[in-house]
């Protein structure tokens, strides 16, 4: 399903995502910038594909997501995936596709807003995610709303010569800072 | 891929699982002793819904699925995902009939699991999660070679309460160290041929 319409700070907010929105996002994950902490950088990358993940993912009933907009831009991409409704336990990604403007804040306010609606709108018990540990950036966007590592995995991708670990966080509602 | 082949146990084989199987598969994810003890492979269904399951994961590029036998009767399944770029394995499922628990299957059938992960696919790793109080698949684990990397609290829901998930990894060099005699093939001497 896609998320609805949620206004944040700063020129931030999380829209239901469109089909153009969608047909970005190829150009944005195939950029060395983007993939430095993620993705292979090669894939299915059409868009036929495309038009596929957007017709699934809003029939889906176990994950939501949204775009992340700034100052009324598509920029990137959020959501809480593979939903457990027994268990109320979903595992998140954030995606912000426009490295040009990485340091503003964005994931930070799109983590908050997704995370909120993940408690009090959806009812979840807890959110989970993967996160690489040297990304310090989105690392931090995630703990500002409450994240807490539960563990590392060590040696888990590996980019440049060097083998990097994989943090592991979750948050519950009692860790959303009260005045997030 | 996606079906799996042949891989011999001391006891138990895992092998190329059929149609016939399903209703077992049926009965034990609706086995509360099962779902007291992990996550379920696929709810309780209908036939039909099986048959589909099993054209479905018989197409997997990922995904590898195997029937478990013993003394000519099925006794389980093991269900995993190989990572992407081939460099490790999330093992999923392994269920044993629970009216077979406490012979040695689990960890005969977890050996020569990982003898194929490592000494047959040169796979890197091997990943698992496992609910905090399985205390006799932990100690499997721990046998062969496994050791926590996190632990996620209040994972799974049953009972009337939450329990943790402790997260676990075999590297291939514990293997090798630990498993060093466990070969499929005898090794050949140089230049040998079959």
């Known amino acids: 399903m896609f998320g609805p319409t949620l206004a944040g700070r700063n020129g931030v907010s999380l829209i239901p995502p469109t089909l153009e929105h969608y047909k970005l996002r190829t150009s944005w994950v195939v950029a060395p910038e983007v993939g430095r902490f993620w993705g292979p950088r090669f894939g299915e990358l059409t868009e036929e594909r495309q038009e596929k993940r957007f017709k699934d993912t809003a029939e889906s009933n176990t994950e939501i997501e949204w775009s992340t907009a700034y100052e009324g831009e598509p920029v990137g991409y959020t959501g809480i995936f593979g939903i457990d409704w027994v268990r109320r336990d979903g595992e998140s990604g954030i995606i912000i596709g426009r490295h040009d403007l990485y340091g503003r804040g964005i994931a930070s306010e799109a983590v908050r807003l997704r995370t909120d609606f993940a408690w009090s709108e959806l009812r979840l018990h807890r959110v989970h995610n993967w996160i690489a540990h040297a990304n310090r950036g989105s690392r931090r966007a995630n703990e500002k709303s409450g994240y807490k590592q539960m563990g590392l995995q060590p040696r888990t991708f590996f980019r440049s010569g060097e083998w990097y670990d994989e943090w592991l966080g979750e948050a519950f509602p009692h860790t959303f800072p009260e005045k997030a | ?194």
């Open chain 2, 1 to 194: 891929m996606a079906l799996g082949g042949t891989i011999r146990g001391k006891k138990p084989t895992l092998r190329l699982p059929v149609e016939a199987d399903l209703a077992a598969y049926n009965e034990w994810m609706a086995d509360l002793r099962v779902r007291r003890a992990h996550s379920v492979w696929h709810e309780p269904a209908m036939p039909a819904t099986w048959k589909e399951r099993f054209k479905e994961v018989a197409k997997e590029k990922q995904a590898v699925l195997w029937s478990i036998e013993a003394d000519g009767k099925l006794i389980g399944l093991a269900f995993g995902y190989i990572w992407g770029l081939w460099s490790g394995f999330d093992l999923s499922q392994l269920v044993i009939d629970p009216d077979q628990w406490r012979k040695g299957y689990g960890f005969d059938v977890a050996l020569a699991l990982h003898r194929y992960l490592f000494d047959y696919l040169d796979l890197r790793r091997s990943d698992l999660e496992l609910r905090a109080d399985n205390a006799a698949a932990l100690r499997i684990a721990d046998r062969l070679g496994y050791v926590e990397y996190a632990r996620g609290h209040e994972v799974a829901y049953r009972d009337g309460a939450y329990v943790d998930q402790v997260r676990l990894l075999m590297e291939k060099e514990t293997w090798q160290e630990r498993w060093l005699g466990e070969r499929e093939y005898a090794p050949l001497s140089p230049g040998a041929t079959l």
